[in-house]
């Protein structure tokens, strides 16, 4: 693996594939009391740009878990508040921490932290990309599927950083993906270009039905993400639609799981109807942020 996660395109199948088993078997292990301290002694630092209740909480718990101590660095806080240059903050906390989780607006300033970092560094949500949520999907699809071979992923929404790790999961672990969002809201020209090494695997479409049918696993996320606060009401009219709902459920496949990434906005995005009835399926999703986590420190932080 390359020193860093800071997006889903850093890694291939059979790293992904290496990840989940890593997670599967800490799952069991936390699930039956087998400890598993293999980051002894070990620091993570997690800098927050926006609020969090998933990804603070499994990282927080996850190290733990693993025999290390989080340290939880709020930018407010830190000198780069003030001023103090990226270069140098990376450069001084190489020296006291074992890794770092950052969620932030930019990718570029995960990309530049990981330049001047020494030290791993895991993207835990940017504009463009939510890595560690992708991996607790797929680790999720996995378990209630048993693969990923012939399924077909929908998600519905805004081609947002959701949106771009999805296509770029799904498609490198060989799940056929489809994509419904409005044309002006479309996913990363980046991620577009990434899904041509994969033809026929891929759909993009206005039409929720066209892009639902059939599908084994269903995902969405909201219409307005952090930082898009602004643009709350437009969107409201614009994503009008674009929900799972019970006619999506209908044309999937009959046994269709639902995956949400959290926080959810019954009766925008999904119906509560919809939602209660995967509730499972999603607060599995929810938990095993903490099992695809831990098995990304460790393979990214174990001496
Ligand atoms: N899904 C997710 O990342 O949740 P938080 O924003 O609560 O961390
Ligand atoms: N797209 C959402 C995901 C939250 C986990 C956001 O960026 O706010």
């Keep these: ?27 069991y292990e936390t699930r039956h009391g087998i400890e598993h301290h293999i980051l002894k002694g070990q620091s993570l630092g997690m800098i ?10 499994s990282f927080e718990t996850g190290i733990y878990q693993l025999g290390g101590q989080a340290l939880f660095l709020s930018p407010r806080d830190l000198q780069i508040g003030r001023g103090e240059p990226l270069e140098d903050t990376a450069r001084v906390l190489s020296r006291y921490l074992d890794g770092i989780m950052i969620r932030t607006f930019a990718q570029k300033e995960v990309e530049d932290l990981a330049k001047y970092c020494s030290i791993p560094i ?4 940017t504009d463009y990309c939510h890595p560690c949520q992708i991996l607790a999907d797929l ?6 599927k048993g693969g990923f071979d ?14 771009n790790s999805l296509i770029v999961g799904g498609l490198t672990v060989g ?14 020209p980046e991620v577009l270009a990434f899904t041509e090494k994969y033809p026929g695997k891929f759909l993009m479409t206005e039409d929720i039905l066209e892009a639902a049918a059939g599908a084994d696993v269903l995902f969405t996320d909201v219409w307005a993400s952090m930082g898009q606060e602004e643009e709350a009401a437009e969107r409201q009219k614009v994503f009008a639609g674009y929900q799972i709902n019970q006619s999506v459920i209908d044309v ?52």
């Design 139 to 144: 680790l999720t699809v996995r378990e209630f």
């Design 1 to 27: 693996m390359k020193k860093d996660l800071l997006k889903m395109a850093d890694l291939s199948a059979e790293e992904i594939y290496e990840l989940l088993d890593l997670a599967a078997k800490l799952k």
């Design 175 to 188: 799940m056929r993906v489809a994509i419904a969002c409005p044309n002006a809201y479309q996913p990363d």
């Design 150 to 163: 012939g399924l077909k992923m929908c998600y519905i929404g805004d081609g947002n950083n959701m949106a």
């Design 122 to 125: 895991i993207n835990g949500l």
């Design 48 to 57: 927050f740009q926006k609020s969090s209740t998933r990804t603070r909480v």
């Design 252 to 303: 999937a496949h009959k046994d269709v799981m639902v995956q949400h990434c959290l926080p959810a906005h019954r009766g925008e995005e999904i119906t509560a109807e919809v939602f209660e009835a995967h509730a499972d399926e999603i607060f599995e999703e929810a938990e095993n942020r903490l099992h695809a986590q831990k098995a990304v420190m460790v393979k990214l932080m174990a001496k």
